[in-house]
């Protein structure tokens, strides 16, 4: 079953703009996962923030951990058409990987 | 180049017959796992490996096997087929359990 539930389920915004996606989770965790899919593709690693740890940044993203309200969110600053892709949230609890339903970001140019 | 190889890419059998998808990783990982992709449900995971010769299930294992002899390959077998094994699926490996995945291109399953 999921673990992890991304919100919105479809994100449209104009290049430039910044995007946030959300994930809710249910149980404690070990640590959250952020991955991009390009339509079929595989799964591509974007970030990882252990559970002992509330905000993390690589680039023009910036992923938060409030593991008291068991969420987190993904922001993506100054988007671009190439961000257009699916997200997923995935958490870690002792071997099991559980990946949401993902969040379908457009960017339009 | 640092990657995780699936093959085939695309496969249409018919139900009953045997089949394998290969998954090869070359970067040394301990961990690797199975997933299907279906839309609107996520990836759920088949099967996961936490080193060689030890292997367990995921939460949608039934109608697959998988073995782990050598730590580089982690197959998917699929013993008899059937049409709601019609999926995407992606194979992943992690230098250790709760590290980041790297995932295969993924093999797109049709059972007709």
């Known amino acids: 079953s999921q673990q992890g539930e991304e919100d919105p389920q479809a994100l449209s915004i104009q290049e430039g703009e910044n995007a946030t996606m959300n994930c809710s989770y249910k149980?404690?965790?070990?640590?959250l996962q952020w991955y991009r899919q390009n339509s079929g593709r595989g799964l591509v690693h974007l970030i990882l923030?252990?559970?002992?740890?509330r905000e993390k940044h690589s680039g023009r993203l910036r992923v938060t951990l409030d593991t008291s309200k068991k969420s987190s969110s993904l922001l993506i600053t100054a988007s671009r058409a190439a961000d257009t892709a699916s997200y997923f949230c995935?958490?870690?609890?002792?071997?099991?990987?559980?990946f949401g339903a993902g969040t379908r970001l457009t960017v339009k140019p | 180049e640092a990657q995780v190889t699936q093959n085939p890419r695309y496969l249409i059998t018919v139900t009953g017959k045997k089949l394998t998808v290969t998954c090869s990783q070359n970067?040394?990982?301990?961990?690797m796992s199975w997933y299907r992709q279906d839309p609107g449900l996520g990836l759920r995971q088949i099967y996961y490996?936490?080193?060689?010769?030890?292997?367990d299930k995921g939460d949608v294992p039934e109608g697959y096997k998988v073995s782990r002899k050598e730590k580089r390959n982690f197959p998917l077998i699929l013993e008899s087929p059937s049409p709601n094994q019609t999926s995407l699926y992606f194979c992943?490996?992690?230098?250790?359990?709760?590290?980041?995945?790297?995932f295969g291109s993924g093999t797109r399953l049709t059972v007709v």
């Open positions: 970067m040394n990982h301990e961990y």
């Open positions: 992943a490996s992690s230098l250790a359990s709760g590290d980041g995945y790297t």
């Open positions: 490996s936490m080193n060689v010769e030890v292997t």
């Open positions: 923030i252990r559970s002992n740890e």
């Open positions: 149980t404690s965790i070990n640590n």
């Open positions: 995935a958490t870690d609890i002792f071997h099991d990987m559980r």
